[in-house]
């Protein structure tokens, strides 16, 4: 046997190996299904009194923990969710920890926003020295301007009488209220500024939808062109004062001439100059009154709210009986993060640990189980019926209840790299989390129910480490015994929707992993015990991660062999080159068939109208060979960063992607 043939048994084997520990995934699937899905019991709120009577016991208090800072966009789709949770009202509540330095950054940075608007309107550009703001403050202050005059465009529109008859759309506008009409004008105009006058046709559809899921298809078809026309004076109001070039406004008019099938660019834009002036002539009179600051005040914190804004708001709209199921609490700035913890008078670092230990002070005292969920995350609805009855029939051993995350819902919104990881992922936590938990206590930190009296007596969350999550189940296992349970209801949630913030959030967890293997080896309390989770955690880190970043390498290497004349398909017969070029196929199938399998669960509300937009996101997932290259970057790097001592040090919060209207 020569070299080439001795290189292509080698990599032959190599694929033969991966595509077996690939395989698994069949068998995890019938464990998980065969032990737990398979075996859910059928529950309700009379099942779980009834069961509650025969053990004599009371049906468990249970307090849902949400940490949410800078979570505007998502927290009041969230709290309604979680109060649709069937489960008697007077037994659970919800509480939602914002974060004080949200509060302080908007308290400096509003003022200097309103004011760079304002002098904007007043064309202080010219000469005159602009206030102080970041590049973040100077982007909010241009879209607040053209909110601002996205606001006054509306009025002029609906206010004029040249408008009857000559688009679609106007009568589906005029009966949307007010201040839903204003809002869908505003996020329009603020999308085709951001976008360069280049937002899809898509895009803007999903902004009307988003701000009005109930409408039908032909509702939304029939709003596009009047939301872009409405939206165009805004837009040319702003290119006036602002003094910036008019290309965002031609692009604008084009898209919105092929809308309106049947009026010109000409027709537009001579209807968009109209009402532009009488904007600008609004906007300064508003402005020599005085009554523009006012304004101003008012769409920034409807476009720009803080999170403790949307959380009060959407407790004044609950009824007296769901707004006594909410408390809201505000981390405060100088909360030191322990449980129970002290304030100390200066500054600390957030962390989601800091806000969860502040929260657990407020919690119920007659609490039995802590249920811990992110500020997009949508349970299924039964789940505290299951997690109660866990507690009232085996309470020793449901102490830690740890159920899968399918990060899909945002699918629409992602790049093609984080689609195909999020598929994964959920395939991951449905189907092998069960089996992890034979070898390793994780706990995931969302879909998480933990005793009260355990997180009391291991005390509370670590909010120095970067994966809280996972420090928590090693330190319950190893100072109390206690060993998470496979919860077998789901909880839908967010990917990171491009690739450098998957990267960020990936990288903290192998550093987080990294920094819970250091803590757990500093344990002497039980010898024994430490070894065995050390490890589990190293086998299932550390090694795998080295394992798959080489197995990546695999493919690049054949070809460059094969190249070179270096590869001898001939030693193996050719059922078995037919098996290798086949491994690729059933990758790819097992991807559309997670694709299938979790569409369920994605975001409608943004998919593409389009076919040739939907054909995109369909073709995206055939990028599999380079997203699984991908795949396992972030942890190696963790473990390089780590070794070179420029490993991530501050928890760094998961950016969200806007979802629609509840």
């Not at 802590?370 to 349970?379: I, Q, T, V």
């Not at 929707?497 to 550093?511: A, D, E, I, V």
């Not at 990294?514 to 589990?536: E, M, N, T, W, Y």
Request: proline residues 6%.
């Amino acid at each position: 046997m020569d070299l080439p043939q001795i290189l292509y048994l080698s990599t032959f084997s190599v694929y033969l190996i991966f595509f077996i520990l690939f395989a698994r995934f069949l068998f995890w699937k019938y464990y998980s299904d065969k032990l737990y899905w398979g075996r859910r019991p059928a529950l309700s709120r009379e099942n779980l009194i009834e069961t509650a009577r025969r053990l004599g016991k009371d049906i468990p208090r249970i307090s849902l923990l949400i940490p949410a800072r800078n979570e505007s966009d998502v927290i009041e789709n969230t709290i309604l969710h979680m109060l649709s949770l069937t489960y008697p009202r007077d037994k659970y509540e919800v509480i939602v920890a914002t974060d004080e330095k949200e509060l302080i950054a908007a308290r400096k940075s509003r003022p200097r926003i309103a004011k760079r608007v304002i002098e904007m309107a007043r064309r202080f550009e010219n000469g005159k020295r602009r206030p102080l703001v970041s590049a973040e403050e100077e982007a909010k202050s241009r879209e607040l301007m053209v909110a601002v005059l996205a606001s006054y465009a509306l009025q002029e529109y609906l206010r004029r009488d040249f408008h009857e008859g000559s688009l679609v759309g106007v009568p589906e506008l005029q009966s949307l209220p007010a201040a839903t009409r204003e809002t869908m004008i505003r996020e329009v105009s603020v999308t085709l500024y951001a976008s360069g006058g280049r937002a899809s046709a898509d895009r803007i559809i999903q902004c009307v939808k988003r701000t009005c899921p109930w409408l039908s298809e032909l509702d939304l078809e029939r709003l596009y062109p009047v939301c872009l026309v409405v939206a165009m004076p805004a837009l040319a109001a702003y290119i006036h004062i602002a003094g910036e070039d008019d290309a965002i406004l031609r692009k604008a008019a084009s898209r919105a001439a092929r809308a309106n099938h049947g009026v010109t660019q000409d027709i537009i834009r001579r209807m968009t100059n109209h009402i532009a002036r009488s904007v600008v002539s609004k906007l300064l009179v508003d402005l020599k009154t005085g009554q523009l600051g006012p304004r101003i005040r008012q769409v920034q914190k409807d476009l720009f709210p803080t999170t403790q804004e949307v959380v009060e708001r959407v407790r004044k709209g609950l009824s007296p009986e769901l707004a006594h199921c909410v408390k809201h609490v505000v981390v405060p700035d100088d909360f030191d993060g322990e449980f129970p913890g002290r304030r100390t008078g200066v500054s600390c670092t957030s962390t989601k640990g800091r806000a969860l230990n502040w929260a657990l002070r407020f919690v119920n005292p007659e609490t039995e189980v802590c249920g811990f969920y992110d500020a997009e995350s949508r349970p299924e609805k039964c789940v505290l019926l299951y997690v109660a009855y866990r507690r009232l029939v085996a309470p020793g051993r449901s102490r830690i209840l740890q159920g899968p995350v399918f990060q899909v819902r945002n699918f629409y919104q992602m790049t093609a790299f984080c689609r195909i990881a999020s598929l994964y992922q959920a395939i991951a936590h449905e189907w092998y989390l069960s089996w992890l938990f034979r070898t390793l206590p994780f706990v995931g930190g969302t879909n998480l129910f933990v005793s009260y009296d355990l997180l009391k007596a291991i005390g509370g969350w670590d909010h120095r480490v970067l994966t809280e999550d996972l420090e928590l189940g090693t330190r319950a296992y190893l100072l109390e015994d206690a060993w998470p349970e496979y919860l077998p209801y789901f909880s839908s949630e967010q990917t990171p929707p491009t690739f450098k913030s998957f990267f960020r959030q990936r990288l903290r967890w192998g550093t987080g992993h990294i920094q819970v293997v250091s803590k757990v080896s500093r344990f002497s309390d039980d010898p024994v015990k430490r070894k065995g989770l050390l490890r589990a955690l190293i086998i299932k880190g550390q090694l795998e991660w080295v394992l798959y970043q080489c197995a990546t390498f695999v493919p690049p290497i054949a070809m460059g062999l094969y190249a070179r004349n270096l590869l001898d398909p001939s030693v193996i017969p050719a059922e078995g080159q037919w098996a290798l070029n086949a491994f690729s196929f059933v990758y790819l199938g097992f991807t559309l068939y997670a694709y299938r399998r979790y569409r369920r669960y994605f975001d409608m509300s943004f998919k593409p109208s389009s076919f040739l937009a939907n054909a995109g996101v369909f073709l995206g997932l055939f990028i599999l060979p380079m997203a699984a290259f991908m795949f396992p970057i972030p942890y190696t790097s963790a473990m390089v960063l780590r070794a070179i001592g420029r490993e991530p040090r501050f928890w760094e919060k998961t950016p969200r992607t806007k979802e629609a209207v509840a």
